[in-house]
């Protein structure tokens, strides 16, 4: 299963790639606008995650959250490697995440999937104020309204992550985009 999931996850990023490296500028600039907000209010997240410890407290259990991480990485998550024209790191299957290195995740905090960087455990909860969690909270919708404009506008995006959205889309392109009705346009432009 380790390396079926390590073939297929390299198989999905070349073939985003090329879908990407296809698309007209006005639509990679849709994404761009997109991304950059996201990663605003993933670092946003952050800082309160931190606040209420969460470091620690996420290194007292080695990451036990990041278990089926296999599974969160998103079209909107890659994209935003894409755009910059890097490779996402290294993965490693064989581990609960494959992101997961012995130092701690090795995605940037604006580039980690929605599941990574919008759950806090109770340890972090109890350590944020009623505000800072009202804000975490007021700051996870916006933030799960930019996925799901993402996950609205291409046929390879959702919440779920791209091994499982591979599967349900059995061949077809990441990046077609949708149209009215959930029916799927025959090209990956705007």
Same mark, same amino acid.
């Given at each position: 299963?380790?390396?079926?999931?390590?073939?297929?996850?390299?198989?999905?990023?070349?073939? !985003?790639?090329?879908?990407?490296?296809?698309?007209?500028?006005?639509?990679? &600039?849709? *994404?761009?606008?997109? =991304?950059? /907000?996201?990663?605003?209010?993933?670092?946003?997240?952050?800082?309160?995650?931190?606040?209420?410890?969460?470091?620690?407290?996420?290194?007292?259990?080695?990451?036990?959250?990041?278990?089926?991480?296999?599974?969160?990485?998103?079209?909107a998550n890659l994209l935003?490697?894409?755009?910059?024209?890097?490779?996402?790191?290294?993965?490693?299957?064989?581990?609960?995440?494959?992101?997961?290195?012995?130092?701690?995740?090795?995605?940037? !905090?604006?580039?980690?999937?929605?599941?990574?960087?919008?759950?806090?455990? &109770?340890? *972090?909860?109890?350590? =944020?104020? /009623?505000?800072?969690?009202?804000?975490?909270?007021?700051?996870?919708?916006?933030?799960?309204?930019?996925?799901?404009?993402?996950?609205?506008?291409?046929?390879?995006?959702?919440?779920?992550g791209l091994l499982l959205?591979?599967?349900?889309?059995?061949?077809?392109?990441?990046?077609?985009?949708?149209?009215?009705a959930g029916s799927v346009?025959?090209?990956?432009?705007?």
């Amino acid at each position: 299963m380790t390396e079926q999931r390590s073939q297929s996850w390299h198989q999905i990023v070349g073939q !985003v790639t090329a879908e990407y490296s296809r698309l007209p500028q006005l639509e990679k &600039d849709w *994404i761009a606008a997109r =991304l950059k /907000s996201l990663g605003e209010l993933q670092g946003r997240l952050n800082q309160l995650f931190e606040k209420g410890d969460g470091l620690s407290a996420c290194g007292a259990c080695s990451g036990e959250c990041c278990a089926k991480g296999h599974n969160h990485m998103t079209l909107a998550n890659l994209l935003c490697f894409l755009q910059q024209d890097e490779p996402p790191p290294a993965s490693d299957f064989s581990r609960t995440c494959p992101f997961l290195t012995e130092q701690g995740c090795s995605l940037p !905090v604006a580039r980690r999937p929605y599941n990574c960087i919008s759950f806090v455990c &109770d340890i *972090i909860e109890k350590s =944020l104020t /009623s505000a800072e969690l009202a804000e975490f909270y007021s700051l996870d919708q916006q933030l799960r309204g930019i996925y799901q404009e993402f996950a609205g506008r291409y046929t390879g995006a959702g919440m779920t992550g791209l091994l499982l959205q591979q599967h349900r889309l059995a061949g077809r392109a990441f990046l077609a985009r949708k149209t009215t009705a959930g029916s799927v346009s025959g090209s990956t432009g705007a």
